[in-house]
């Protein structure tokens, strides 16, 4: 498993913007997948952003219309998720998450999927 560390949360008004990053922490320079989830109170899950092992193919989910961009970085072992025009509907603990195993790809962004996981990080939106 890797372990994940998220930054980058806070509070800002709608319409600003906010760029999360997640470090993973690895002894080798294991290739993985990698994705952004969030979660309200009493709602489930949802997947955000993925970025398959070689980080060209991304996936994100419907409500980002274009708003979010996620990167990696191998040699720092980062990934970040810059997120414009938010919304307060973008209000959410934000996860990110992890898995080593080759066959995983982001085609559905989904949290069964991901073994390690970060403690996340909260984004406010608001005025």
């Known amino acids: 498993q890797l372990r994940l560390v998220e930054s980058g949360g806070g509070l800002v008004q709608p319409g600003g913007s906010l760029r999360l990053s997640c470090a993973a922490s690895?002894?080798?320079?294991?290739?993985?997948?990698i994705a952004w989830f969030r979660q309200v109170p009493g709602k489930e899950r949802e997947g955000v952003s993925c970025?398959?092992?070689?980080?060209?193919?991304?996936n994100y989910g419907p409500f980002v219309e274009g708003r979010f961009t996620i990167s990696r970085d191998y040699d720092k072992n980062t990934v970040n998720l810059q997120m414009n025009s938010l919304k307060p509907d973008d209000t959410a603990i934000y996860y990110c998450?992890?898995?080593?195993?080759?066959?995983?790809?982001?085609?559905?962004?989904?949290?069964?999927?991901?073994?390690?996981w970060g403690q996340g990080t909260q984004v406010t939106v608001s005025s």
């Open positions: 690895a002894l080798t320079r294991d290739y993985y997948t």
């Open positions: 970025s398959e092992r070689d980080g060209i193919r991304t």
């Open positions: 998450a992890a898995d080593l195993s080759p066959a995983l790809d982001c085609s559905v962004i989904d949290p069964r999927y991901f073994a390690s």
